[in-house]
């Protein structure tokens, strides 16, 4: 068994490290603050390639691997919140283009996304009434000749505003439950897409999450992603790799809040000594670190089964539950040691626990989470 990672891999994350600290960290302030969807920043991103890494270079991605990702998504996760989930978005559509796309799909939609002309990808899965139980989604797209008519309302759509290209899935036959489900790009600024209320959220609040409507909506026939039928299974296998990079961002989060905290409780003197003297603050530390290097752990085994080509749908969700979960508690403790300080703006630890609470959501909830990996379990 080996731990060490490559030199290519260390390389990715020394420059993603680098870049985060200098160019992302001190921005997350003022994006939360501001809700500004960070445009420049995602752009110069692009231009260190990190929109298409999982898709190969001779493909037009920039082909890091699903483990340099992951340690990437680290990086940027611990420097800012917004920024890692708009980027991991992003690598999930492109990488979904690439696995399931047309060699013309391919070459109009992937460059795109690596210059960063395409400046985010939008994955549109959930519905107003089809949330955890995507299967019963209700948006339709019909067949009119060379092309389909898609016409439905997505929520929550990550990146809606700012998405070159969308992700959509659709009923192609009403009658057919998952199975009639069909997956379609659409290009933003296509006629029948529209942008519609804009959500106001706890925190993510530079990610930019809106919903979609589409309202006769044409689309060309040969944007449709894989065959008509497979697009339920097309948006799982999409987002068992989405759950890696949720994973990942959380164990970034994770250590930003350890890190702010371990800081904090060598300044803080109370009772005429650093409160980290005090055994019940070291035990806080001693638990959160464990619970990071214990979600690290999981996020990178997942990567790395990802990255072999075995199934890893099992140990995308277990990453997925614990290190969203231990996130969520290592943001709280980060906050508790920082006192009544941890509740002002002054310290970022509040900001770490507002961001940490929508980990658990999207991409399936914890709740769905465990579902997935009890079915494993008991097949
Ligand atoms: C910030 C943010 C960004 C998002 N980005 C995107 C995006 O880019 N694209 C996209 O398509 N969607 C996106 N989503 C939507 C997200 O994936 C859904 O919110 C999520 O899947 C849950 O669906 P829901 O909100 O409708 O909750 P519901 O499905 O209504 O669930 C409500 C509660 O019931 C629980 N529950 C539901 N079914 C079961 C069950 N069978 N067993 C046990 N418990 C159950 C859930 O776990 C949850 O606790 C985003 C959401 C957020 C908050």
Not at 111 to 132: D, W
Request: with cysteine; hydrophobic share 40%.
């Amino acid at each position: 068994m080996d731990f060490e990672l490559s030199e290519d891999q260390k390389l990715v994350q020394e420059m993603v490290r680098r870049f985060s600290e200098k160019e992302i960290a001190h921005l997350a302030d003022e994006i939360d603050r501001t809700e500004r969807f960070p445009e420049k920043t995602l752009k110069d991103m692009a231009g260190l390639g990190l929109m298409s890494m999982l898709v190969p270079s001779e493909a037009g991605g920039t082909g890091m691997g699903a483990v340099a990702y992951s340690l990437a998504l680290m990086e940027i996760g611990k420097a800012c919140m917004s920024h890692a989930t708009a980027t991991s978005v992003t690598n999930m559509v492109c990488e979904g283009i690439y696995r399931f796309g047309t060699p013309a799909q391919r070459q109009i939609y992937i460059p795109r996304i690596t210059s960063g002309e395409c400046l985010a990808g939008a994955f549109a899965l959930t519905e107003p009434g089809a949330g955890s139980d995507a299967g019963s989604l209700r948006a339709t797209a019909e067949r009119e000749g060379e092309e389909y008519v898609l016409n439905g309302t997505k929520v929550f759509i990550t990146s809606g505003s700012h998405a070159g290209v969308f992700m959509v899935a659709a009923k192609t036959d009403r009658e057919a439950g998952k199975r009639g489900i069909s997956v379609f790009l659409v290009e933003a600024g296509t006629p029948g897409l529209r942008v519609g209320r804009k959500e106001e959220k706890l925190g993510q609040r530079g990610s930019d999450t809106v919903e979609i409507l589409f309202e006769e909506c044409h689309v060309p026939a040969a944007n449709l992603l894989g065959n008509e039928g497979d697009g339920f299974k097309i948006m799982l296998a999409n987002l068992d790799g989405g759950r890696v990079g949720i994973a990942s961002s959380s164990c970034g989060l994770a250590r930003a809040a350890f890190e702010s905290a371990r800081s904090y409780s060598k300044d803080r003197r109370q009772f005429g000594r650093p409160i980290c003297e005090f055994q019940a603050i070291q035990w806080k530390l001693a638990d959160m670190a464990t619970q990071l290097d214990a979600a690290t752990l999981l996020t990178l085994r997942a990567a790395h089964r990802k990255e072999l080509g075995r199934p890893y749908t099992q140990e995308a969700s277990m990453a997925k539950l614990f290190a969203t979960e231990a996130c969520q508690r290592v943001c709280r403790e980060a906050l508790q040691i920082h006192g009544g300080y941890g509740y002002v703006r002054e310290y970022p630890a509040e900001r770490f626990l507002r961001d940490s609470v929508a980990l658990t959501l999207y991409e399936g909830t914890s709740e769905i989470q465990r579902l997935v990996i009890a079915r494993n379990l008991l097949t």
